[in-house]
Structures are given as structure tokens and as C-alpha cells.
């Protein structure tokens, strides 16, 4: 009989534990409560976080070469079908802050800077909030990457918008906009008259408009005969439009069902039945508890790909939280997993402490990483022996302490959940 696999929450460590799950021949539902973090980030896909890479690169004073993905994280990206994951090389990519940071692969519809030398890269005004060219193309060229490849940015008058209310309407709305093949050849055609106009270039920049359901700049870039694609925006871009379109695709395409709901507990079951495991027990089973569900769900294991504290899965709560009108009555600890299960929850130092302030810990001098030491509010999540929990329990992505916030480290641990599960 086929084993049966329930994976809580669809973010890419989901999705991967899901996929990796499927290739063994599991039957595997994935529930989630909505969005998470990877439908919040910008569509770009990091291994190790950015800076760090950065720094190392200018302390040797040249890009680093980037390490191959692994033979199964490549066949997965491959069948996602979303980023650009280049072997060998980083991709640079521009943000709508002013920055040019590399990155170990892109959602397809954002620029790679990272082929360009001594060339132009235009970047037309449009009248929308967050998106000023002339600001962007002066911080653009300051870069020290644009200065040691001969980049320069350029602010150019070219009709990107169409009508009236795409001044005002979100960035996701204007990127679907753009799914419609007609709508991209009219931008086909603002683009080459605007190239013409310049006398050419090397590249062209654009807000995160390029797609909603799938990216759009590379068939753009074939037909105009120059990289088009969008600049890196922080947090809500379409990227996460695009990245819950081509979930959604490739689930529908191993056969892994999806479905909505917020999991209130999981409890495993020993084999005596009696819903207690003891340590080192090898577990039957698990039930998880949805919530406005009378009848939990059964499974051979679970594996919690709920989030850290962006995505949901770790909530923060300090004792003040929980006080009165009067002190808290103790010191707690500051954070709670949002689902009652078996597990321990800790950081990259080991299974967290109660804190000794009833207002929980200084998070303006913990929470925030500094050099190599990792945030607070990035560090918390389950304690795992590798992606191991608890008997029948397993944890992918964010949800685990101390592991890197990037969504390559969520598709390696979302691997190897669903490969051990
Ligand atoms: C704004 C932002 C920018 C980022 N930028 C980058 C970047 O540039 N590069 C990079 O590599 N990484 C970036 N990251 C980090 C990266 O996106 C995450 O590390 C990665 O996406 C985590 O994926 P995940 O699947 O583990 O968690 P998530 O994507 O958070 O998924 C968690 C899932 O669990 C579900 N869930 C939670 N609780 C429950 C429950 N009780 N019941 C059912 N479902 C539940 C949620 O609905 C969601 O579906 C960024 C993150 C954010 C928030």
C-alpha cells in the first residue's frame, strides 16, 4: 500500500516535500491556510542570504562562482518551470531600492544584469507609486558593480502604462495585465520605439509588471532582440503570484491533492494506539486536527511546512502578551509553534530559554541579524535532528531553527522531508 504523506503548508519547502514525496510513490495532500512567505518574497532564489555572498565576494575581491544545485533541487526547478537557476555563475540582479545584488537564480521575469558589459540599460518613467526611474537609474549607476562593468542606467520617456487607472492599480494587477498576449505586444511596440528613440541598448528595466500567471519577459526579450525584465521588489511583488500559479500547476501535474485549511494540531499515534509516542518510538501514524473539522485527518507523517514568523508557523509571543491589566504573572518563553504539536521549538543555539524580562527578549538588539550571528526572529523554529522532529514528524523551510531564510535552503530541506517522510 502506497504510504500517505501530509504536508502542512504550500509555500517551496511544501511544494518540494510534496514533489520529492510523489517521486517515491507516496500519496500526498497538501493543506494550506494561504499565503506564506514565498508568496510574499520578490523572486529571487538564494541560497545562502545575499549580503553574505557580497561580502565574501568583496573580501576576495571578485564574484564568487556559485555551487552547482544538487542533481534532484535542479530536476525540481526544472518541472517548476519558474527561475532561471544558472549552474556555475550567479545572476545580478537590480532592486527598486537602487541596488545591484547577485543572486543564485531569479524568477524568470526579473533582469540578470550579470551577462551585460559597457552598455546602456533603460528604464522608462511611468507615474506609479514606488517606481521613480530617474531616482533609480542615478543609485543604478553608483553601484560598484555598474562602475566596475561599465553599466549605465538611463531615465527614458517611453508609454508603459496604458490607461488611466494603472497609475493607481497594484503592482499584481498590472503584471496580469501583461498575461494577455495582446496587451504584451502593445509593450512590444512602446519598447522598440523607445529603443529607437535611445539608439539602442544594452537592456531594459521595468517595474515587477512582467506576469501574473506565469513570467513574461522572456518571450518580450526574443521578440524586441534585448533583455527585458523587472526590477527586484521587497516584499509582495507578482512574484508570488507567479510562484502560486506554477505550485498549483505542478501538484495538478504529479497528482498531489491541495486543499484549504488552517491545522490547529498534530498528534502522533503509537502503534498501542493509545496517542501517546515516547522517545525513539518509531510511531504508526499521525492525526492532524484542522480547524472547523470534526474528524481529523490520518497519515503515515506529516511534515510541517508552515513558516517561520513571516510565513506563519511561529507566532511571537511574550509573557506581556499575556498579562493583564497587572505584570505578567511569569517569565515564558517568547514564542509559541501556531500549531499544539510534540515538537520543541529553538534557534540556531539550541531549545530557547525563558526569557528573564516579563516583556520578552530586547528585540531591538536581539532580533535583527549582525555579521555571521543570525536574528532572533529569523533563527526560531523547530528543532530537528536534520528535517526529524518527532516520531512520524517531520519539518521543511522556515519552520526549522536555525537554517538559512532562503528559498533554495527550503527546497533542500522540502527535498529531503519528502524523500525521508
Ligand atoms: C518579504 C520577504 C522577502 C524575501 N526575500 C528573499 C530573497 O530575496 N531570497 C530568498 O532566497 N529568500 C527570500 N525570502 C525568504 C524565503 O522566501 C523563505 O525562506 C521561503 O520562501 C520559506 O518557504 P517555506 O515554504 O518554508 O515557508 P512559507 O512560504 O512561509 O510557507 C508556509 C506555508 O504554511 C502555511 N501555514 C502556516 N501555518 C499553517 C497552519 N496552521 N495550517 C495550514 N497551513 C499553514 C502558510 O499558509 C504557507 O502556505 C524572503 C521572505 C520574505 C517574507
Redesign the pocket.
Given at each position: 500500500m502506497e504510504r500517505s504523506i501530509l504536508v502542512?503548508?504550500?509555500?517551496?519547502?511544501?511544494l518540494a516535500a510534496a514533489w520529492s514525496a510523489r517521486r517515491r510513490g507516496a500519496q500526498v495532500t497538501v493543506?494550506?491556510?494561504?499565503?506564506?512567505?514565498?508568496?510574499?518574497?520578490?523572486g529571487?532564489?538564494?541560497d545562502v542570504p545575499w549580503e553574505q555572498v557580497e561580502r565574501a565576494a568583496r573580501l576576495l575581491g571578485g564574484d564568487l562562482p556559485a555551487g552547482d544545485l544538487a542533481p534532484a533541487a535542479r530536476q525540481f526547478a526544472a518541472e517548476l518551470g519558474l527561475w532561471d537557476v544558472p549552474q556555475g555563475a550567479a545572476a545580478r540582479i537590480a532592486t527598486v531600492a537602487g541596488r545591484i545584488r547577485p543572486a543564485r537564480g531569479r524568477d524568470r521575469a526579473l533582469l540578470d544584469l550579470g551577462p551585460l558589459r559597457r552598455t546602456r540599460v533603460l528604464i522608462p518613467r511611468a507615474a506609479r507609486g514606488a517606481w521613480d526611474a530617474d531616482a533609480l537609474a542615478a543609485a543604478l549607476s553608483d553601484e560598484p558593480f555598474a562602475r566596475a562593468r561599465g553599466l549605465r542606467f538611463l531615465p527614458i520617456d517611453a508609454p508603459v502604462l496604458r490607461f488611466d487607472d494603472e497609475r493607481r492599480i497594484a503592482d499584481g494587477d498590472l503584471a496580469a495585465r501583461h498575461d494577455d498576449p495582446a496587451r504584451l505586444s502593445w509593450l512590444l511596440d512602446r519598447l522598440h520605439q523607445a529603443l529607437d528613440a535611445a539608439g539602442g541598448a544594452g537592456a531594459i528595466l521595468l517595474g515587477p509588471w512582467l506576469g501574473a500567471r506565469a513570467p513574461r519577459a522572456e518571450a518580450l526579450s526574443a521578440r524586441l532582440g534585448v533583455p527585458v525584465g523587472e526590477a527586484l521588489f521587497?516584499?509582495g511583488s507578482p512574484a508570488g503570484l507567479r510562484f502560486e500559479a506554477a505550485r498549483d500547476a505542478l501538484l495538478a501535474a504529479i497528482g498531489a491533492t491541495h486543499r484549504h485549511?488552517?491545522?490547529r494540531a498534530v498528534s502522533a499515534v503509537s502503534a498501542g494506539g493509545d496517542g501517546h509516542v515516547g522517545p525513539g518510538d518509531p510511531g504508526d501514524g499521525v492525526l492532524v486536527h484542522v480547524d472547523g473539522e470534526d474528524v481529523p485527518l490520518a497519515a503515515d507523517a506529516v511534515i510541517l511546512?508552515?513558516?517561520g514568523l513571516?510565513?506563519?508557523?511561529v507566532a511571537y509571543a511574550p509573557p506581556a502578551h499575556r498579562a493583564g491589566p497587572d505584570l505578567p504573572a511569569r517569565g515564558a518563553v517568547p514564542f509559541a509553534l501556531?500549531?499544539a504539536a510534540p515538537v520543541t521549538l529553538g534557534d540556531a543555539r539550541g531549545p530557547l530559554g525563558v526569557v528573564s524580562s516579563m516583556h520578552g527578549p530586547e528585540l531591538d538588539v536581539a532580533a535583527w541579524p549582525r555579521g555571521d550571528r543570525p536574528g532572533a526572529l529569523e533563527a526560531v523554529g523547530v528543532r530537528c535532528d536534520g528535517v526529524r522532529a518527532a516520531p512520524g514528524i517531520l519539518a521543511?523551510?522556515?519552520?526549522i531553527a536555525g537554517r538559512a531564510?532562503?528559498?533554495?535552503d527550503?527546497v533542500t530541506t522540502g527535498l529531503r522531508a519528502g524523500a525521508e517522510a
Open positions: 502542512i503548508g504550500a509555500g517551496v519547502a511544501g493543506i494550506s491556510a494561504g499565503v506564506g512567505e514565498t508568496a510574499l518574497a520578490g529571487a532564489v538564494d521587497g516584499a485549511g488552517r491545522v511546512a508552515i513558516g513571516a510565513g506563519g508557523g501556531s500549531i521543511a523551510g522556515a519552520a531564510r532562503t528559498v533554495l527550503a
